[in-house]
């Protein structure tokens, strides 16, 4: 799919792209039969919206309907899909990640701010206790699931008791990851309207404390995989040294170990032996 319908009020991406438009599920389903056949063993469906795919088109085909599909392919060990918008994360979505065997236990969830102020003037459809509900609703049908987001400080408005409630929110939910930004504006925009503009210095200083943060999440998070033993997916050569290979957890986080080169491509079990801020280190 591609375009967007939500129309952030700090994003550009309606205008460039224009509305929604979902491919047919059929092509998409195909299209994955075709590249298990060449022996590929994991798909990543992309969107800027993907919860929202095929709202726009006639018969109203929902995503949980094409992941169902995809997770019928044999050969697919692996589906990840990105970008989710919280708003439109539905039950049947949600219920996935427990039925879908070949569905990785990841979503990128962007929240954007804490605080309800901020989110409505975002115009991001959803408040603080909704997507907090989201969020416990996942973790329970998934308990081992890995939730990263998105955060935007600065925005229009944002005192330092909006920024305290996003703090707040992180504390919270402990995201495994979090891309986080500066505000800047987007012309053509409606944030470009808005009071309240937040000085460039106390913006570097608020994102310098929450990324100060998420490191010490990230790093909590990846050290609870401590003596697990993870199925990896062999992906290439470690770019950190020659004698090692890298892959990926089902849940998004890098890992190295020693291992041959034949083994790209395929999927071993590793016994995670040491968690750093950035990836992991284990022993096939």
Known sequence: MQGCNNYCSYCVVPYLRGPEESRPIRDIVEEVRKLADYGIKEVTLLGQNVNSYG???SGRTPFSLLLRMIGQVKGIERIRFTTSHPKDLSDDLMQCFADVEALCEHIHLPVQSGSDKILKRMNRGYNREQYLDKVD????????????SDVIVGFPGETDESFEATIALMRKVRFDNLFS??????EGTAAVGLDGKVPEEIKRERLQYLQNLQEQHTLERNKTLEGHTEDILVEGTSKNSEHDITGRTRSNKIVNFRGRKDLIGETVPVLITKAYLHSLRGDI
């Open 55 to 57: 709202q726009a088109n």
């Open 137 to 148: 609703r996942l973790r329970n049908i998934r308990p081992d699931i890995s939730i990263t």
């Open 181 to 186: 930004f500066k505000y800047s504006e987007r």
